[in-house]
Structures are given as structure tokens and as C-alpha cells.
């Protein structure tokens, strides 16, 4: 059974879309649109309990997950983690928390400054 956006509610497949979860407090959402973090996050951002199947933190660090894609620090054991999934793959980045991917989604996320 497909998953539903966070913000706008309709069906998300398996193979497409954005999945976020904060490991540490086993939260997750998923978005049909990368657009569709931003007002998910405006409007204070409704997590639903559960972990992202296959999600390992220790295999985050190693796939250099360790720093923030918006401000490049080190995350901490708080931090966010979203995967957009495209057929078969999984494009992770990892943020600070829900704000610095609220930043990043609203600047284009890895399409930022492409033109």
C-alpha cells in the first residue's frame, strides 16, 4: 500500500518521491514533491511515528551523511534525514533539523543555483 504525501495527501509510490525521518525520535513523512516540505514545514511540521525501512545511522555516516547538507556542520543524533526515491534509487541528504531542510527544499534542494 503506497504511502501518503504529509502535506497534500495523495498516494506516494514506492519507487518515487521524498521520505524524511528524524532517527532519534522515530519520526517520519513522506512528500509526493520536494515542493511540498515547505509548507509541510511552515505549517509545523506534522511528523507521523515510525523509521524509514532500512535505515542504519551508523551506515549514515559512512554514506557521508555526517555533516548538514544546508550548513555542512556535523550533525548530532538529532539529526534529519531525507531520501528521494527515483525507481530503484535512493538519493539521501542529512540535515541539522526540519528548519535547514526547510531551507535547503526552498532553495531547489540538490538543484539549487542550476541553471
Known sequence: MPEQCSWCGVAVA???????????????????????????AIQGAR???GTLNGLDPEDD???GLGRC??????????YVLLVRHRGEHRIADAFCDPDH???WAKAGGRW???A
Open 14 to 40: 514506492d519507487e518515487d518521491g521524498f521520505r524524511a525521518a528524524e532517527p532519534a525520535g522515530e519520526r517520519r513523512a513522506a512528500f509526493c514533491r520536494l515542493e511540498h516540505i515547505v509548507p509541510w
Open 112 to 114: 539549487r543555483g542550476a
Open 69 to 78: 547538507a544546508q550548513c555542512a556542520r556535523p550533525l548530532d543524533e538529532t
Open 47 to 49: 511528523w507521523e511515528a
Open 101 to 103: 531542510m526547510l531551507e
Open 61 to 63: 555516516a559512512a554514506a
